[in-house]
């Protein structure tokens, strides 16, 4: 049955990042737009789903807004907006296997600000993980080459609000009266009422396929958001984190097969870093496992 509800998991993940590589492509492909804009009608779309199953689901999962939550629903909110317009500006000046590698430093923050908030002791592989996969960054990054050295420290700030806000979501996942769909349904109203002013005031026209680039951005990042929470029920993230990283790959084929992007050397080099300390850490933490048990 565990076995079962592992596998599940790891459908579930990979699914995710099969949506957030393609929601990344959608996003490109959408066009000169301002990157606020795009992440408005992202979540926008996002905000309509999640409260379509908040109310299907008003009677089996009660969920409630209460003084325990609000704070880390608030936290989750306010620093995933950061790393999604970090991410959508990013997506928009660098090759899109690059910027979703960046995103996926998150974890890695995770581990630090887990440490730091939760009270979560990291053990020393831990750390030196974390170190690690800063290194293979810098292999993307390229901080001495080139003239997307700015698009990319946009892209690692986007990893470090993602990491704040999985810490938040860590918490939240073990409070009865908060689902994920309650989670979902926050992060996009607090975003769509942040930046809804914003579009309002600096809107730039869109031609039809830009509309519906967007309205796929939007969907593919809900599957997303969605198959990301499925997948955290059905196993802990020691167990099937390691499989996020496939979003790298779907980006790399998406890239190629879509917009003509080859990654460089050093990028490739970064990636082969990155994932290769996330398989590290996630056969170290399966052997603990299996060794207490």
């Known amino acids: 049955m565990k076995i079962e509800r592992s596998y599940k998991g790891i459908i579930c993940i990979v699914g995710s990042a099969f949506c957030f590589a393609t929601m990344n492509l959608f996003l490109h492909l959408a066009g000169d737009l301002p990157f606020w804009q795009k992440g408005f009608f992202r979540n926008a779309i996002a905000l309509f789903l999640a409260l379509a199953i908040l109310l299907k689901e008003k009677k089996t999962k009660p ?143 869109m031609t039809l396929k830009q509309w519906i680039f967007l309205l796929l951005t939007g969907i593919s990042a809900s599957g997303g958001q969605f198959l990301v929470t499925a997948a955290y029920t059905y196993a802990p993230a020691k167990e099937i984190s390691v499989y996020d990283y496939s979003q790298v790959i779907f980006a790399a084929i998406w890239g190629m097969l879509f917009l003509g992007q080859l990654p460089d050397l050093f990028s490739v080099l970064g990636y082969i870093i990155i994932v290769s300390v996330a398989v590290a850490m996630y056969i170290r933490t399966k052997k603990e496992t299996n060794h207490k048990h």
């Open 63 to 205: 969920a409630k807004i209460t003084k325990k939550n609000f704070p880390l629903l608030l936290g989750r909110a306010a620093f995933g907006t950061a790393g999604l317009l970090c991410n959508f500006y990013c997506v928009d000046h660098m090759n899109i296997s690059d910027a979703s590698m960046l995103n996926k430093l998150a974890p890695f923050f995770a581990i630090v600000f887990s440490a730091i908030f939760l009270k979560e002791k990291a053990k020393w592989y831990q750390w030196a993980a974390v170190v690690i996969a800063f290194a293979g960054s810098l292999f993307i990054v390229k901080p001495s080459f080139g003239l997307q050295v700015f698009p990319a420290i946009i892209g690692v700030c986007g990893g470090l609000g993602a990491g704040v806000a999985y810490t938040c979501v860590r918490r939240l996942g073990s409070m009865e009266d908060t689902p994920g769909a309650l989670i979902v349904f926050f992060f996009s109203a607090f975003s769509v009422i942040l930046l809804g002013p914003i579009v309002a005031f600096t809107y730039v026209p």
